[in-house]
């Protein structure tokens, strides 16, 4: 069934419920659904829009932007979300190759795409919030029919990518409803007195669980900006039974704030991490700081936000003998979702040997759109391919490596770069750290570690080696450290280690 549907529902059996508030102004779920119906209705007429035409949304948080995907959806369309913090440049490749056919933007983003020179193609009108083109779009004859086809698209996610151009995961309505169906079952039970706080970008996972809370008549809360630890500890005070998705780095950036230990947090709910590693020590002082709500998620944007999961009664668990395993662990199969570990040849493997993780589930993707080489790679005898190593043990929990490229074989031998920053991670005075591969005459490859300081910590390369030779075996520790003010990231906080090699080829060292 279409997403907008759940919307139409919620509005008409709690029509005064808050369902979006941002700094200025809340709009109800009666309101949000007849918005929806006057942009579906301009989207149909005003646009000429024909079924599945697909229709870019690059937008920062904003009170428009989810009102723009239901009536995207409302008109049966395809939406393609564009993360805003991409250069312009990126953006018209995204809106070029996706041939959408309309770009709904927030006014810096529109001036950004209207320089010249941007793309090889034209680009379609790009209509910016704010003006009377833009407020035309909520005077449009409204539309109140449903398309009912569960398998129709509904959103065409561009990957974050390390390298190389993004390929876009066509996601359908049943993808997305699945999703949130698995939120219910495996994260938590949610309704009209749950609070959505939106502090990552709605183009992307966050997002995607603010269609779960809009299910549930939710109230969604909007932080426009930059994300900002002192506004979401803000927000733990001012809404009750808050929940919110965090990149680890920004769970890193809550409990390294100075407010982190002092702040009331009797209004959080759930902090649903993902998208990157969550080391262990970050971990542990996240629970200190919080208690027992967080809840660890592995997926893609081919499988949007649903492999595996580390509910919160795996995290509060600290007297389980292998409690340490386990926080460094994504936890087991999301409910409804298989998952596998199998060799190059796709045979699955046995308990603990690692291999590349395999999953299939009504989340996963229709398909890369355009790209059939890549779905030949990721689509394989039903079961989506996603490229990370990983080893499940017999009570089946997942324990990622690394993806498969970053593996580094040194000798012969498998050397997981995770398991070496997990280690330098232990030290108070690092901040991050990350572990790549450089060609070795003999060995083949050999672990070089980019470390970053905390402000004023004095870390030595010596002590950091005796760190790592107190707790992994000697043919793993790096063999160089390298001192950074910065690891180079992509926009969703993903370090960009092809980055880290291409500087030690650039040095040749």
């Known amino acids: 069934m279409n997403l907008s549907l759940t919307l139409r529902t919620i509005a008409q059996h709690l029509p005064t419920r808050p369902a979006i508030s941002w700094e200025g102004g809340t709009l109800s779920y009666g309101a949000l659904e007849a918005q929806v119906c006057h942009i579906a ?57 996706a041939e959408a056919r309309l770009c709904l933007a927030t006014p810096k983003i529109a001036d950004g795409l209207s320089a010249p020179g941007l793309s090889s193609v034209p680009l379609p009108p790009v209509l910016a919030t704010g003006t009377a083109d833009y407020a035309a779009l ?12 569960p398998n129709d ?29 698995c939120y219910y079952a495996d994260i938590d ?89 969550m080391y262990v020590a970050d971990l542990r002082r996240a629970l200190e700081l919080f208690g027992p709500k967080l809840y660890q998620l592995y997926g893609q944007g081919e499988s949007p936000m649903t492999i595996t999961g580390l509910d919160k009664a795996m995290h509060a668990d600290a007297s389980h003998p292998r409690y340490e395993e386990r926080l460094g662990s994504v936890g087991v199969a999301r409910t409804g979702v298989a998952v596998r570990i199998v060799g190059e040849d796709g045979r699955e493997l046995p308990s603990g040997e690692v ?32 490229g990370d190593l990983g080893a499940v043990d017999a009570e089946g929990i997942l324990t990622l490596k690394d993806r498969s490229k970053d593996m580094i074989i040194s000798g012969g031998t498998n050397i997981y770069p995770r398991e070496i920053e997990e280690v330098l991670l232990t030290h108070a005075g690092v901040l991050e750290a990350a572990v790549v591969g450089r060609p070795h005459a003999d060995w083949g490859e050999e672990a ?27 043919f793993k520790r790096p063999k160089d450290y390298r001192f950074v003010d910065a690891l180079p990231k992509n926009n969703y906080g993903k370090v960009l280690k092809t980055e880290l090699r291409e500087l030690l080829q650039r040095k040749g060292a």
């Open 138 to 149: 909520l005077q449009g004859p409204p539309e109140r029919n449903v398309p009912t086809d």
């Open 189 to 277: 039970f949610i309704g009209p007195t749950d609070t959505m706080l939106h502090a990552a970008p709605l183009t992307h996972g966050a997002g995607l669980y603010g269609l779960a809370h809009i299910a549930r008549g939710s109230h969604n809360v909007i932080l426009s900006g930059s994300f900002d630890p002192e506004r979401v500890l803000n927000a733990f005070t001012t809404h009750a039974n808050v929940s919110m998705f965090a990149a680890p780095t920004m769970v890193s950036r809550l409990i390294n704030h100075g407010r982190a230990g002092s702040a009331d947090t009797r209004g959080l709910k759930t902090i649903t991490y993902g998208g990157a590693p």
């Open 448 to 474: 070089i570690a980019f470390v970053v300081r905390r402000e004023g910590a004095e870390v030595a390369a010596a002590t950091l080696d005796r760190l790592c030779l107190d707790n992994i075996a000697r």
């Open 153 to 181: 698209e509904a959103w065409l996610f561009y990957t974050s990518g390390t390298t190389g151009r993004p390929k876009g995961a066509v996601l359908t309505h049943r993808n997305l409803l699945f999703t949130g169906h």
């Open 355 to 386: 291999g590349e993780v395999v999953t299939r589930s009504d989340c996963v993707m229709k398909g890369y759109w355009n790209n059939p080489e890549a779905n030949a790679r990721a689509l394989r005898d039903g079961w989506l391919w996603t």
């Open 41 to 97: 209705g301009a989207l149909l007429t005003r646009h000429a829009m024909n079924a599945g035409a697909r229709v870019a949304v690059a937008m920062e948080n904003c009170p428009e932007l989810l009102p723009a995907l239901y009536g995207i959806w409302r008109a049966g369309l395809t939406a393609v979300p564009i993360n805003s913090k991409l250069h312009a440049r990126e953006m018209a490749w995204i809106i070029a190759d």
